[in-house]
C-alpha cells in the first residue's frame, strides 16, 4: 500500500529510530518525553523540508556581488492537533523560525474512538502558505483526517501530515481519504488494539507529553 506511494515517506534515519525507542519506554519521563518530541519534530521536519522551493536572491558577500539560493513563498504555516502535536511545533519553529503556527482542537472519544473538533484557527491566507499538520499518533486516522478535511474547507491545499508513530489502519485511512497530501512517519506499528491504541505504540501521548492523567 504505501511501497511505490511518491506522497507516503515511512523515515528510517537510524537517529530518528533511536529517539523513538527511547521515547516508547515506559520508564521515560515528562521532561525527557517531551525533549525527545521536539528533538523528532526536528529531525522529521528537515526530511520533511527537503523539497522546499528556492528562489535566486542577489546579495554582496564581502568580496563580490553574488546570486544565491533562499527559501522562496509565504510563510510556511504548522498546524498541530491539539493536544499532543503541540509538542512538535518547537522543533519544527526551530527550523522555520518565520513559520506562523495555527491551531486545531481534537479529541477522541473514549468510547467510540471517532473524532470531535472543539477549536480551529489557522493563519490567513492559509490557501498560499505551505501548510505542516502535526501530531504525534495516527492511529485509526480519524482526527488526523478531519482536522484536513477542515484546513481544506478553510482553503488550505499544500498540506504535509508529520506523525511519530501510525498504525498500518490509520496511514491507510488517511492516505485513502486525502491522497493529495504528503505524508511522513516516524515509525509504522504494528496494528491498533480494542482500545484503538496503537501497539507496540508509546501509550497516550497528550498525557505523557504534559504530565496528566
Ligand atoms: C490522540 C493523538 C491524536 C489522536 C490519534 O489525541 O494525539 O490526535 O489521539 O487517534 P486517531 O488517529 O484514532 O484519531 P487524543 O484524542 O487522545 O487527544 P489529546 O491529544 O488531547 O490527548
Ligand atoms: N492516541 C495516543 O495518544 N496513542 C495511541 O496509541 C492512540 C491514540
Known amino acids: 500500500m504505501y511501497k511505490g506511494n511518491p506522497n507516503i ?3 528510517d534515519h537510524p537517529l530518528l529510530k533511536h529517539k523513538i525507542t527511547l521515547l516508547r519506554m515506559k520508564e521515560t519521563g515528562t521532561n525527557e518525553f517531551r525533549k525527545l518530541v521536539e528533538e523528532i519534530g526536528m529531525l522529521m521536519g528537515y526530511e ?5 522551493e528556492l528562489e535566486d536572491v542577489e546579495i554582496e558577500t564581502p ?6 539560493p533562499m527559501v522562496a513563498g509565504k510563510k510556511p504555516a504548522i498546524v498541530p492537533i491539539l493536544r499532543a502535536g503541540l509538542g512538535m511545533v518547537s522543533g519544527l519553529l526551530a527550523l522555520m523560525p518565520a513559520a506562523k503556527v495555527g491551531h486545531i482542537g481534537m479529541y477522541r472519544d473514549e468510547v467510540t474512538h471517532e473524532p470531535h473538533e472543539y477549536y480551529c484557527k489557522l493563519p490567513n491566507p492559509i490557501e498560499l502558505r505551505r501548510i505542516f499538520v502535526v501530531d504525534p499518533m495516527l492511529a485509526t486516522g480519524g482526527s488526523a483526517v478531519d482536522a484536513i478535511n477542515q484546513i481544506k474547507k478553510h482553503g488550505g491545499k499544500n498540506i504535509t501530515f508529520m506523525c511519530i508513530i501510525a498504525a498500518p489502519e490509520g496511514l491507510k485511512r488517511l492516505s485513502e481519504a486525502h491522497p493529495d497530501v504528503k505524508v511522513f512517519v516516524g515509525n509504522l506499528d504494528r496494528e491498533l488494539n ?5 501497539c507496540p505504540g508509546l501509550g497516550d501521548a497528550g498525557d505523557r507529553i504534559f504530565g496528566t492523567k
Do not use: G, H, P, V
Open 48 to 52: 520533511a523540508l527537503r523539497d522546499l
Open 63 to 68: 568580496i563580490e556581488k553574488s546570486i544565491q
Open 9 to 11: 515517506t515511512i523515515c
Open 194 to 198: 480494542e482500545n484503538a491504541y496503537i
